[in-house]
């Protein structure tokens, strides 16, 4: 349908052109500055960042960790929900992982296989997890961060407690909570979320490859998820229960004890209160437990239950939504939302339909594909615990690596990128390439838009890919003004724009026709797609999140110089040549001061 006058675009910039410079490249008129990178302090004693890494374990745990990931700001007075300060607010960031060689003046020690610096491995942990930072902009529109009681870091080792079915459970029952009720940090935190009551939720993606386990077989519950023989940073060759704890082997090798059921405590959700810098940090059981890319909510409407979407980002996992059981209510709801209500997971028919289809022990349908795969479930907590096994059970549709969720403002329409997948080997509808190197953009609407129903209908919206491999959301192959691949970051502004963030490989930047990766942004009203911003060189573009007067935009810059080591960096940003490249956020503003579009 032509409309039958042309919209004024909601794009008005000028499109930035593929490059592969080392700096943010930006349109004309707007300007994109550094703030808070890899080891800005910003709590307790408030140590200094050493240039040549050679910061302690304990200064780690009072700077921003590293590889900066999801991320959301807090205006100081959204404590009930949603708040509308604009100059003044709590920024809260995932730390995704980290680049040992960068981390530590000289890189890893390692010797015969084994970590033998401890102040090294307990400084990987604490560059780990999330930073919460009360921020401060002031009359130019430079941004500070307030050091006030607030801020906080929250770590590989922090203490935590699991919420929801699999709280108490058998198999989350370790050493350090023979009750099955707590449990020892966050790993991997790659997107992120946040709830209607103002809290920060931050997700573990890629937790398994932390563990290492040198049995012969191993439980369903570890198989399924990947655990490999040695930890991806050889944190489980250090011996004591701080660190044995990653090495799930049935007897662990120091002899301190079994830590079989230490990796089902991650894999899930994690809510933080980013204005309250005592609370407990919370995993939330009934969203299931994969690798959690993100979870993005629906709108939430009084009286109705609440309703998010998360993916597993892996080759051929599923994408999932959550229904709560009570109803939301403004002012009084809070985490417990989160504990009691129906996960679902998406089947994509040939036809445009979709089914939500119910992981839930009680359900006659779920029991009867149980029976019929001839798998059995203790309990809602074994189910949830296995939630991908739950997930194949019911025949669920296996997806290109489903990654971030956005859902429109102006019609809730649901969108998620699916970045790629090299091991498909059959095209379907959903996933129409195989194999798919440079990814998608699938989305649906609810049936009747009743979020909390079990059935939608979903179309593609873009196929990324070169000139000759991709289309855009009018139909048309992309541009140079916009061609990109392995999309990822995904987000909304509340003026229905939805800006999409690259995660392309190493190879894919440096031998394709794509460049750095980047940070378009594309109108659903019209289909126009346009780059808005490149990072620098061997970075990743993940993590976005604005002031409610859009004057700010908060972007994340990961790994810039990926491959980097200690004595040659591959990238000279943020702080210039012969600095160690850090991950960093970047405040991008419009020169003349008003809102970003
Ligand atoms: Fe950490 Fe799926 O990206
Ligand atoms: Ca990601
Ligand atoms: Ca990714
Ligand atoms: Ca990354």
Request: charged share 20%; with cysteine; proline share 8%.
């Amino acid at each position: 349908n032509t409309p039958p006058f042309k919209l004024r675009t909601r794009l008005p910039f000028e499109p930035v052109m593929v490059t592969r410079a080392d700096t943010i490249t930006v349109p004309a008129g707007y300007t994109a500055k550094a703030f808070i990178p890899w080891g800005t302090p910003i709590c307790g004693s408030y140590p200094a960042f050493l240039e040549n890494a050679s910061n302690s374990a304990q200064d780690q745990a009072q700077q921003t960790g590293m590889h900066h990931d999801g991320m959301h700001f807090f205006p100081m007075d959204s404590k009930n929900g949603i708040g509308r300060q604009s100059d003044h607010g709590m920024l809260c960031l995932n730390h995704e992982y980290i680049d040992a060689p960068l981390l530590h003046p000289n890189g890893p020690t390692v010797v015969n296989g084994r970590r033998v610096n401890v102040d090294e491995v307990r400084k990987e942990i604490n560059a780990h997890g999330v930073s919460v930072v009360e921020v401060r902009r002031g009359p130019r529109g430079d941004w500070d961060v307030l050091p006030t009681a607030r801020n906080r870091r929250i770590t590989g080792a922090t203490p935590m407690q699991i919420a929801g079915p699999a709280r108490g459970h058998a198999l989350m029952k370790t050493r350090y909570s023979p009750s099955g009720t707590s449990a020892r940090g966050t790993l991997n935190n790659c997107a992120n979320g946040f709830t209607p009551w103002a809290t920060y939720l931050t997700c573990e993606e890629n937790w398994a490859g932390y563990f290492a386990s040198t049995d012969e077989t191993l439980p369903r519950e570890l198989s399924r998820y990947g655990i490999g023989k040695a930890g991806r940073y050889g944190w489980e060759t250090v011996p004591g229960d701080e660190f044995q704890r990653f090495n799930c082997t049935r007897i662990s090798r120091d002899g301190t004890g079994d830590y079989r059921n230490e990796p089902n405590t991650f894999g899930w959700i994690v809510e933080i209160d980013p204005f309250d810098p005592d609370a407990v940090p919370v995993k939330h059981t009934a969203l299931g437990r994969f690798a959690h890319e993100g979870l993005v909510f629906a709108p939430v409407r009084p009286g109705r239950p609440v309703v998010c979407y998360s993916g597993d980002d892996s080759q051929n996992e599923y994408i999932y939504k959550y229904v709560s059981r009570d109803q939301y209510r403004p002012q009084r709801s809070d985490g417990r939302l989160l504990d009691d209500g129906t996960l679902y997971v998406a089947r994509y028919n040939p036809d445009g339909s979709g089914d939500w289809l119910a992981l839930d022990i009680n359900d006659a349908n779920f029991q009867s594909a149980c029976a019929a795969a001839g798998v059995t479930f203790a309990d809602q907590g074994d189910v949830l615990i296995n939630t991908r096994l739950a997930a194949d059970v019911v025949g669920a549709t296996k997806m290109d690596r489903p990654e971030w969720g956005a859902v429109n403002p102006d019609n809730g329409d649901v969108y998620f990128t699916l970045t790629n997948n090299g091991s498909r080997r059959e095209a379907d509808a959903p996933n129409p390439r195989a194999p798919n190197p440079y990814g998608h953009i699938i989305r649906w609407r609810e049936a009747s838009n009743d979020f909390a129903g079990t059935r939608f209908t979903w179309d593609l919206y873009l196929l990324a890919g070169p000139k000759n491999d991709s289309r855009d959301p009018t139909g048309k192959p992309l541009d140079e003004s916009n061609i990109l691949a392995s999309p990822d970051g995904l987000w909304f502004d509340d003026e229905g724009r939805l800006w999409i963030q690259t995660d392309m490989s190493g190879s894919q930047q440096t031998a394709g026709p794509f460049g750095n990766n980047q940070m378009l942004v594309s109108d659903p009203k019209t289909g126009e797609v346009k780059r808005f911003l490149v990072g620098p060189y061997g970075c990743e573009v993940t993590g976005i999140t604005a002031t409610p007067d859009f004057r700010t935009l908060f972007v994340n810059i990961q790994h810039p110089g990926e491959g980097s080591t200690p004595t040659n960096f591959n990238s000279i940003w943020p702080d210039g040549p012969g600095r160690r490249p850090r991950s960093a956020t970047v405040i991008v503003t419009r020169d003349d001061g008003r809102r970003l579009m």
